[in-house]
């Protein structure tokens, strides 16, 4: 009798999370596509073979799995990932996007889970400050806060636009520029990984990162706010962030 009704229990589960899946307004049933730009550790990055990797990739995982979805990685540059939704290609865009205010016009912000700050990339030993930024090229990835950043306090003319941050720090090293603007802990990940570079934080404004949605997917955003209020109420993204921290 108690095998019977906990099959009973089991199977009542999974068709409440089918059900509850089934109300979702997504592309795909069943799926959540989230355009992504993966080169961006610890957020995002792609492993051995190919698979997206990193702290938001693990947020979704869970997310999606409460509310019955199955997380699906739709890997662009950043420039097309901001606009995927709006587009029609993706339910989200999930690729470390900073709140704007310009931004909300073509697409919905879930609440914030963690803030950054700009930090500044460069080869051991360079003379590169704050104070000296001006007279430097400066490398960024197009679409960024950083760049905007770089291009409204030193000009167009000291700022290089890379479509993804792997092939800004291939010209930091190559000389192409002297440094790159980069959210810091995206810039602590570079320079753990590649020898000889170092990095300082900016005093520039604090950004809040969180994941944007097409405009009027209500039910759905709705849904991932509460899943990722539970999970930030509860430490999950505070472990999630330390892991891929170290």
Same mark, same amino acid.
């Given at each position: 009798?108690?095998?019977? &009704?906990?099959?009973?229990?089991?199977?009542?589960?999974?068709?409440?999370? *089918?059900? +509850?899946? /089934?109300?979702?307004?997504?592309?795909?049933? %069943?799926?959540?596509?989230? *355009?992504?730009? @993966?080169?961006?550790?610890?957020?995002?990055?792609?492993?051995?073979?190919?698979?997206?990797?990193?702290?938001?990739?693990?947020?979704?995982?869970?997310?999606?799995?409460?509310?019955? &979805?199955?997380?699906?990685?739709?890997?662009?540059?950043?420039?097309?990932?901001?606009?995927? @939704?709006?587009? %029609?290609?993706?339910?989200?865009?999930?690729?470390?996007?900073?709140?704007?205010?310009?931004?909300?016009?073509?697409?919905?912000?879930?609440?914030?889970?963690?803030?950054?700050?700009?930090?500044?990339?460069?080869?051991? %030993?360079?003379?590169?400050?704050?104070?000296?930024?001006?007279?430097?090229?400066?490398?960024?990835?197009?679409?960024?806060?950083?760049?905007?950043?770089?291009?409204?306090?030193?000009?167009?003319?000291?700022?290089?636009?890379?479509?993804?941050?792997?092939?800004?720090?291939? *010209?930091?090293?190559?000389?192409?520029?002297?440094?790159?603007?980069?959210?810091?802990?995206?810039?602590? +990940?570079?320079?753990?990984?590649? @020898?000889?570079?170092?990095?300082?934080?900016?005093?520039?404004?604090?950004?809040?990162? /969180?994941?944007?949605?097409?405009?009027?997917?209500?039910? &759905? !955003?709705?849904?991932?706010?509460?899943? !990722?209020?539970?999970?930030?109420?509860?430490?999950?993204?505070?472990?999630?962030? &330390?892991?891929?921290?170290?």
């Amino acid at each position: 009798m108690k095998k019977i &009704l906990a099959l009973v229990l089991a199977l009542a589960l999974v068709l409440s999370v *089918a059900a +509850a899946a /089934a109300e979702y307004k997504t592309i795909e049933a %069943g799926k959540f596509i989230y *355009a992504t730009s @993966p080169d961006f550790p610890p957020f995002e990055s792609t492993d051995d073979n190919d698979n997206v990797i990193g702290i938001e990739p693990d947020i979704l995982a869970i997310i999606c799995e409460n509310l019955g &979805l199955t997380a699906e990685p739709y890997a662009i540059d950043f420039d097309s990932a901001l606009v995927a @939704p709006s587009a %029609g290609k993706a339910d989200a865009v999930v690729s470390g996007v900073t709140i704007k205010e310009e931004r909300k016009a073509s697409m919905d912000f879930t609440i914030p889970y963690v803030t950054i700050v700009q930090g500044i990339v460069f080869k051991t %030993g360079a003379d590169i400050t704050m104070e000296n930024l001006g007279e430097k090229m400066i490398g960024a990835q197009s679409g960024t806060t950083g760049k905007d950043l770089a291009v409204d306090n030193f000009g167009e003319d000291h700022v290089t636009s890379y479509d993804k941050y792997s092939l800004a720090f291939q *010209a930091l090293q190559n000389g192409q520029v002297d440094c790159i603007i980069v959210d810091d802990m995206v810039g602590e +990940a570079y320079v753990k990984q590649i @020898p000889g570079l170092e990095m300082f934080k900016t005093d520039y404004t604090p950004e809040n990162f /969180a994941f944007g949605f097409a405009k009027g997917n209500t039910e &759905l !955003l709705d849904a991932f706010n509460a899943e !990722l209020q539970k999970l930030i109420d509860n430490g999950t993204i505070e472990e999630i962030i &330390l892991k891929w921290q170290e």
